[in-house]
């Protein structure tokens, strides 16, 4: 069982920046694709951006994509996502999950799932 925690959300006025971090607690993450998920507030749950277990290949969601970075650090057991020029419509709960076998933007394709954190951006 892995054990996801991200942390890094919070409130931030439109344009600003966030780091959105995931952690895994014993596990080794780099054994594992990464993505991040979003819910807002009345919505389906949505991919936002993957990485996959070297990080060389990433991919976002058109959304995000310009805007969101994601990278990882698997010395650190972390991966991140750098989010910045905020809008309001990307206030939502934000998910990391993982992966052992893909790297895809289903999250019916991810077993572990963190609690999530909240960001929330103000106009």
């Known amino acids: 069982q892995v054990q996801l925690e991200e942390s890094g959300g919070g409130l931030v006025q439109a344009g600003g920046s966030l780091r959105l971090s995931c952690v895994a607690s014993?596990?080794?993450?780099?054994?594992?694709?990464v993505a991040w998920f979003r819910q807002a507030p009345g919505k389906q749950r949505e991919f936002a951006a993957r990485i996959n277990w070297s990080g060389i290949s990433t991919y976002y969601a058109d959304s995000v994509k310009g805007r969101f970075t994601i990278s990882r650090r698997n010395d650190k057991n972390t991966v991140y996502l750098q989010m910045n020029s905020l809008k309001p419509e990307d206030t939502a709960v934000y998910y990391c999950?993982?992966?052992?076998?893909?790297?895809?933007?289903?999250?019916?394709?991810?077993?572990?799932w963190g609690q999530g954190t909240q960001v929330t951006v103000s106009s």
């Open positions: 999950a993982a992966s052992a076998y893909s790297s895809t933007t289903t999250e019916d394709n991810y077993p572990y």
């Open positions: 014993e596990h080794a993450l780099r054994n594992y694709a």
